[in-house]
């Protein structure tokens, strides 16, 4: 595997060999990397880049939510790797990263944006009703605020809407939240790669 991904983690989706969808990355996300390299803007790592845009590639979702765009590195992975799915940001509408900052979202491309639907504003304002009106999601990103409280609001506000698929919560290490909510649900935590770990949902 070219990344230091968790097996386990790559167990879960049956692949034996992920070469296609690594060169897929390499030509549509990858440019991206390369644009901020040396830039510290708050951004996901590539690893973990990788690991969205296989996921999305792999199981193809029709509900994609994430909190927090930033550059749009995750965004980018996610909508690159989308077929006839949505992705749904949440955020702020800020920018982003040390000096010099940058525009929100300033890594996704115009031809990409016609299956984005971005909502301006904090998660805990805007994800019940958002969940409410549209039932159930596939993929849902945390990577807003890191606090306790607003981790585990996120999670449990979206596992309520969620039959099957994945959660991910990059920066998971930085507090306890991601592993108390999965041991209350009796739900399985696994390493992604760096500090990205992902919740099955069965």
């Known amino acids: 595997m070219i990344y230091n991904i968790n097996n386990e983690f790559l167990k879960c989706f049956g ?58 590195l995750s965004s980018l992975s996610i909508l690159s790797a989308l077929e006839n799915g949505r992705l749904i940001s949440i955020d702020p509408l800020i920018s982003y990263g040390n000096p010099p900052r940058k525009d929100f979202g300033f890594l996704v491309p115009d031809y990409l944006r016609k299956n984005w639907n971005i909502r301006r504003g904090l998660s805990r304002d805007i994800m019940p009703k958002l969940l409410d009106e549209i039932g159930f999601i596939d993929i849902f990103l945390h990577d807003s605020e890191h606090s306790y409280d607003n981790m585990y609001f996120e999670l449990k506000t979206t596992y309520s809407h969620m039959k ?25 935590l696994l390493d992604v790669c760096d500090d990205m770990c992902a919740i099955l949902i069965h």
Request: proline content about 2%; overall charge negative.
């Open 164 to 188: 099957n698929g994945i959660i991910f919560v990059d920066n998971y290490n930085w507090n306890n939240a991601a592993i108390d909510f999965a041991i209350e649900m009796n739900l399985k």
């Open 15 to 72: 692949l034996e060999d992920y070469t296609e969808i690594y060169h897929k990355f390499k030509k549509s996300v990858y440019p991206a990397i390369e644009r901020i390299k040396g830039q510290e803007l708050w951004q996901i790592s590539e690893c973990e880049a990788f690991s969205l845009f296989a996921t999305v590639f792999i199981i193809k979702p029709r509900i994609i939510i994430e909190t927090g765009v930033g550059a749009g």
